[in-house]
């Protein structure tokens, strides 16, 4: 049974930094392409990042562009999304998502994603 699952959100106050966390279990991790994604109450959801399995290449929404880095260490199973110079637009869940190969054309709808983790909430906040 495939399972992700993330950790490392919390609060934060503007200008912070906060690293988050998705382990997986019950795939072969080094064959999927992983994505970062956020959805804040009455939003719709969006694509912060992805890193794709072949080649390791990543992609960032243009919001947090210059700001997340997203890597992945495939020995351990886990995909990292490193946030800084955080600001209150930030605060949302924040979901990983894993893709068979790699990001695709259109990775930041998260439509082709196969299996999803359960979220963790980041809220950045004076």
């Known amino acids: 049974q495939v399972q992700l699952v993330e950790s490392g959100g919390g609060l934060v106050q503007p200008g912070g930094s906060l690293r988050l966390s998705c382990t997986a279990s019950g795939l072969t991790f080094h064959g999927y392409a992983l994505g970062w994604f956020r959805q804040a109450p009455g939003k719709a959801r969006e694509g912060v990042s992805c890193?794709?399995?072949?080649?390791?290449?990543?992609f960032y929404g243009s919001s947090v562009k210059g700001r997340f880095t997203i890597a992945r260490d495939n020995a351990k199973n886990t995909v990292y999304l490193q946030m800084t110079s955080l600001k209150p637009e930030d605060t949302a869940i924040y979901y990983c998502?894993?893709?068979?190969?790699?990001?695709?054309?259109?990775?930041?709808?998260?439509?082709?994603?196969?299996?999803w983790g359960q979220g963790t909430q980041v809220t950045v906040s004076s």
């Open positions: 998502a894993a893709e068979w190969k790699d990001c695709g054309y259109a990775w930041k709808t998260g439509s082709e994603y196969e299996h």
């Open positions: 890193i794709s399995s072949s080649d390791g290449s990543t």
